[in-house]
């Protein structure tokens, strides 16, 4: 039997139900769009030694890698750091309700928009730097640098007083805070670990605006945890770099090798000796003409005849690149240190190129490389780049796998290999490697041309990129990526593996809201409606 009046007060109910979400949901809206749209003259009323620009901040949008552009609300250009505390501690107060996120960006070498926050804040880190560096020449020399110092002003600096830091990055204009978060690795990481591994002391600006001290004895958790922590703890404001007596002159070598097992044999004999080169790296070449002559500008052959008739085209070849650092009057002696080492290889003979350079050229290497892509319009490119670190069980399968195979040819930019030792680095900062005793760094720095649809266009590489991750997966190889770049938190869950856990609570015990380094993925703010 029907019921008319309660079928029609059943339906007046559901339609007052409706009505009211719709109303409270416009208002959630309403109130967040009112908030977002009262953060500009909030931010102008912070009071702040530097200045936030909300127009033209196109470059905050951009990053070496050219494949991400998220155009942010503001750009902080801070003076000092209580500048960025009081950014940061702002936006914390504000709550869930704000959809705010602070990155801060180093000079920008990022490659997949890692310091990029969109309608956020990105804060210029090297708007801190060009203050005057404090160094410390007694027995255990230290500097302490700003955030925003680049390596290269650190590496000038520190030569007037004899003195560098002991870790690389084959790139040196990166902003320290940049390579701390990340790890900082270049060909002298076996010796002395990355440079995450060569830091004494930090100040950190927490996800609360708390600006904090720490270092091994003091604070201990927030130390290791931004060293190698991807942004997601704090910002690095200034660090305590670890110095050694440095040389005037590195003799820099270049060998080849037609088969990799040797090649990697000789690279763990130099890494494991005691008495070895200085810096040891490594280079895979596939399918280049005339290799050798291509270098011949830069390096001498110790048998040019023989060189000259050296064939590459058409090859997988593998060129170990180590250094011996010396000063004017060690030259006798380091001759006789490189020619011993060199005895000890398997090298094919007649590749065997040598020159001399200053230290600070070796190291500023790269940069000559950019000044002339730069006039070429060719260093503002994509560069789809895939960094791997595979335990030493492992890289032959992966070598054989790889080279040659899914990947033919190196034309269209480097591929780096070299093992470093697991001893050197230290498991309790937020940084993952494999659990191996010797590991590889394995690098395809590739450039894409823009525009482009064929083989050298950014899909190609993208695609080339997939193909290796997959066949790594595949063969449950136990690869970590470096740089990493990932879309969900699940795979970033694998990433870290039986770390996440660790790493989670670390997060919600300095940056529980999420406001720092949106642009890793890795973890999302919980913007609350109401």
């Known amino acids: 039997m029907n019921f008319p009046y309660v079928s029609f007060a059943k339906h007046n109910n559901i339609l007052f139900i409706r009505t009211l979400m719709i109303l409270l949901l416009s208002c959630a809206t309403i109130r967040v769009d009112f908030c977002f749209s ?8 912070l009071p702040l030694e530097g200045n936030f620009t909300f127009t033209e901040n196109e470059f905050a949008a951009r990053d070496y890698g050219n494949q991400y552009h998220f155009l942010p609300l503001a750009v902080l250009h801070p003076k000092s750091v209580s500048d960025i505390a009081n950014t940061i501690k702002h936006i914390w107060h504000m709550g869930p309700l704000s959809k705010l996120t602070v990155a801060a960006r180093g000079h920008g070498h990022s490659t997949r928009g890692q310091a990029q926050a969109d309608q956020g804040i990105v804060i210029n880190m090297e708007s801190l730097g060009g203050q005057v560096m404090q160094f410390n020449t007694g027995q255990l020399p230290y500097v302490d640098v700003s955030a925003g110092d680049l390596w290269i002003n650190i590496l000038h600096e520190s030569l007037k007083h004899g003195l560098a830091p002991k870790s690389w990055t084959d790139y040196l204009h990166l902003t320290v805070g940049g390579t701390l978060s990340n790890a900082g690795i270049s060909g002298q990481a076996f010796r002395h670990g990355p440079q995450i591994s060569n830091v004494h002391q930090l100040e950190v600006v927490t996800g609360k605006g708390e600006v904090v001290n720490c270092s091994e004895k003091q604070n201990a958790d927030l130390f290791h945890s931004v060293l190698g922590g991807l942004g997601q703890f704090g910002i690095i404001t200034k660090a305590r ?39 040891i790296e490594g280079l895979v070449i596939i399918n280049r003409t005339d290799v050798l002559n291509s270098w011949r500008s830069s390096f001498s052959p110790q048998d040019p005849a023989q060189a000259s008739k050296f064939v590459s085209d058409g090859r997988t070849l593998f060129c170990l690149e180590l250094t011996k650092n010396f000063n004017p009057d060690e030259v006798d002696t380091a001759n006789k240190e490189v020619e011993n080492l060199l005895s000890k290889l398997s090298y094919i003979q007649s590749t065997l190129l040598m020159t001399e350079v200053s230290y600070v050229e070796f190291l500023d290497r790269v940069h000559t490389s950019e000044l002339k892509l730069r006039s070429k319009g060719m260093w503002d490119v994509p560069h789809p780049w895939l960094n791997l670190l595979i335990p030493r069980s492992k890289i032959k399968y992966f070598a054989q796998g790889v080279f040659g195979n899914i990947l033919k040819d190196t034309k269209s930019g480097p591929v780096l290999i070299y093992p470093v030792n697991k001893s050197k680095w230290d498991n309790r900062t937020s940084f993952v490697f494999p ?11 590739f450039h894409a041309v823009p525009s482009s649809a064929g083989t050298n266009g950014l899909e190609h590489f993208l695609t080339l990129n997939k193909r290796i991750l997959d066949f790594c997966a595949v063969a449950h190889l136990g690869v970590k990526q470096y740089l990493a770049h990932y879309t969900t938190q699940e795979q970033w869950q694998a990433h870290f593996g039986q770390r996440w856990e660790v790493f989670t609570q670390r997060k919600s015990t300095y940056d529980p809201l999420a406001i720092l380094a949106p642009g890793q993925r890795i973890f999302q703010k919980r913007v609350s409606i109401l």
Do not use: G, N
Request: charged letters at 25%; aromatic letters at 16%; zero cysteines.
């Open 435 to 445: 659990e191996e005793d010797i590991f590889y760094m394995v690098a395809f720095l």
């Open 38 to 45: 009262s953060v500009p003259t909030s931010l102008r009323a």
């Open 241 to 279: 770099i670890s110095l050694e007596p440095a040389p005037k002159m590195v003799k820099w070598i270049r060998v080849l090798y037609s088969d990799f097992s040797t090649f990697s044999r000789d690279q763990e004999l130099l890494i494991s000796a005691e008495h070895t080169f200085d810096y």
